[in-house]
């Protein structure tokens, strides 16, 4: 039994925390409003962007699970959260004279700037472009160098019950592929993101970095085209793609070409001995169509 913090405790960090819960884990489930958090987690209300309010955190954490995410997708809002949040964590535990066996850091494979289908694993080059990557980056490096233990999971697109919004878009037939070369989407299920963190806590002596996707970069068109096929909808028209810059709000779908194109490995978590629940996007996307219809 250990005493485990899940700092920025939502969606991915409440999964996590109501597996270690059933295991007999003591866990502090930190957020600015922890009211909704499940049964059997301890709730602690804090801003991780005010380091008087970290001030208090219980004694003798063993184990210290990072996985807050800001409200916006702009440079301050990531700077204040993975950087500026993660650095006043390190502060109150050194302050506090915390010895926490290991820190795990979630972070993203927004760190891979590489956009021409090319395949990534743990050794390849960051040269993120944007902003998200950079500060993720500024965020591992920080946590790396930092005095405690750190494993860093660089998870991709996330999705699972409430999230998603793919098969929605397909059912009503605003899915439009992009014409062109290949567009590689690599994700994860929401229960494989909990799991693979349990299973790295779990490890005598984990590495310090592990990409978290499932084992197939797969191209966005034949997900589309997959899940209409499942739906019983028509195929996604096929678009000239114009629009390079980020997705539109308004207005009709247009297909556009996303920055970043590159196929993340998951060999080295797979050799760790992590088994995957839902290995790829049709296991994964099967189990949230059968809730739904149910
Ligand atoms: N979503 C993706 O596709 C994706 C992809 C790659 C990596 N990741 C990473 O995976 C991790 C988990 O993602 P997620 O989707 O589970 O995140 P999430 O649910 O969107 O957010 C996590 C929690 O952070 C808390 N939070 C935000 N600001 C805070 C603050 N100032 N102080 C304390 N808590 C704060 C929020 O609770 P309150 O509002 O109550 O404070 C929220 O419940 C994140 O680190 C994310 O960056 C996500």
């Not at 700092?7 to 059933?22: I, N, Q, S």
């Amino acid at each position: 039994m250990a005493r485990i913090l899940i700092a920025g405790c939502g969606y991915v960090g409440t999964a996590l925390a109501e597996r270690l819960v059933a295991e007999g884990h003591v866990v502090w489930g930190l957020r600015r409003d922890p009211a909704g958090l499940p049964p059997g987690v301890r709730p602690l209300a804090a801003d991780l962007t005010d380091p008087g309010t970290l001030r208090n955190l219980p004694s003798g954490l063993e184990c210290v699970v990072y996985t807050a995410a800001p409200d916006r997708l702009d440079d301050e809002a990531y700077r204040s959260i993975y950087v500026e949040g993660l650095s006043h964590v390190l502060d109150a535990f050194q302050h506090q004279g915390q010895e926490p066996r290991r820190i795990f850091f979630t972070s993203s494979t927004v760190v891979y700037a590489q956009a021409n289908g090319e395949w990534v694993d743990e050794t390849s080059s960051t040269e993120p472009v944007h902003f998200s990557g950079t500060r993720m980056l500024e965020a591992e490096r920080l946590l790396l160098g930092s005095p405690f233990p750190a494993t860093i999971l660089r998870l991709g697109g996330i999705y699972g019950p409430g999230r998603a919004g793919l098969i929605e878009r397909v059912r009503r037939g605003e899915a439009v592929c992009a014409d062109g070369p290949p567009l590689f989407t690599n994700r994860i299920h929401r229960d494989d993101c909990a799991s693979v963190l349990k299973h790295l806590m779990a490890l005598p002596q984990p590495d310090d970095l592990y990409i978290g996707v499932d084992r197939e970069p797969a191209e966005e068109c034949a997900v589309l085209r997959w899940l209409a096929a499942q739906l019983g909808v028509p195929v996604p028209r096929v678009e000239r793609s114009i629009d390079l810059g980020p997705r539109r709000q308004r207005g009709p779908p247009r297909p556009r070409r996303r920055a970043g194109n590159k196929r993340c490995r998951n060999a080295k978590l797979v050799a760790s001995g992590y088994i995957f629940r839902y290995p790829t996007f049709r296991e994964g996307y099967s189990a949230l169509l059968s809730r739904s219809s149910t």
